[in-house]
């Protein structure tokens, strides 16, 4: 079974500096999904980035990039020039590329930017 | 119109009760889930509709009933329930299986207590 490990629970960062935020998966399917979504405070859950397994390159949104390590099976986002806006949960989520509709999520981690 | 719309924002109910969650979508979707989410937890899948038919329970309680009425609408009947089911309750839909594009769009979610 597939599994995504956030081992941060909770990171901090100073406005307008850079933060990054770890995601491990295990899986033994070759081709499958990556993503990272923001909750933040009672708001709803929106897409950050998404990664396809098969793509070498990283992804990069603005701000947002990602190291994707496909051999040591590693997602990391990168947020650059943080902003307060930036302070939410972050979720790591994994889907196989088998036509699934499971998205397993990880534990979350909880960045607060500060002033 | 690129929302998930989920209505009501709040829903308080007693244990005899009998209650809906409403979901809509009009992006053209074809798939829709139901998740649950207790604070800061990430999101539990609960039910997941294909093409208007049901494709994914994950032996969630007869007391939760889901309904795909057409494609772009979605319920959870709610009856019976327990204390414990007291969560954020998610709709989320995706492009049909096989797309590359599958990214979760979540709504704001239905904040239900159960007294």
């Known amino acids: 079974a597939q599994t995504v490990t956030q081992s941060q629970p909770e990171m901090s960062v100073q406005e307008a500096e850079t933060v990054t935020l770890s995601c491990t998966y295990d899986?033994?399917?070759?081709?499958?999904?990556l993503f990272w979504y923001k909750q933040p405070p009672s708001r709803q859950m929106i897409l950050v980035i998404r990664?396809?397994?098969?793509?070498?390159q990283n992804a990069t949104e603005n701000r947002f990039s990602v190291n994707f390590q496909k051999a040591a099976k590693s997602f990391s986002l990168k947020i650059s020039d943080s902003q307060l806006g930036d302070a939410a949960m972050y979720f790591c989520a994994y889907r196989g590329a088998s036509g699934t509709y499971k998205y397993i999520f990880g534990t979350g981690t909880r960045l607060k930017v500060l002033a | 119109d690129t929302e998930v719309t989920q209505t009501p924002k709040h829903l308080v109910m007693g244990m005899t009760n009998k209650k809906s969650l409403k979901c809509e979508q009009h992006m053209g979707h074809r798939a829709m889930y139901w998740y649950k989410q207790k604070a800061k937890k990430p999101p539990e899948l609960m039910f997941v509709?294909?093409?208007?038919?049901?494709?994914i329970n994950e032996s969630v309680p007869s007391r939760f009933s889901p309904e795909c009425p057409n494609s772009s609408l979605l319920n959870l009947h709610l009856h019976a329930l327990q204390p414990e089911d007291s969560a954020l309750y998610l709709c989320?839909?995706?492009?049909?299986?096989?797309?590359?594009?599958?990214?979760?769009?979540f709504g704001a979610g239905s904040r239900l207590t159960v007294l």
């Open positions: 899986t033994s399917e070759s081709d499958y999904y």
């Open positions: 990664q396809e397994a098969y793509k070498q």
């Open positions: 989320a839909s995706s492009q049909g299986d096989g797309s590359r594009a599958n990214v979760l769009t």
């Open positions: 509709y294909s093409y208007e038919k049901l494709s």
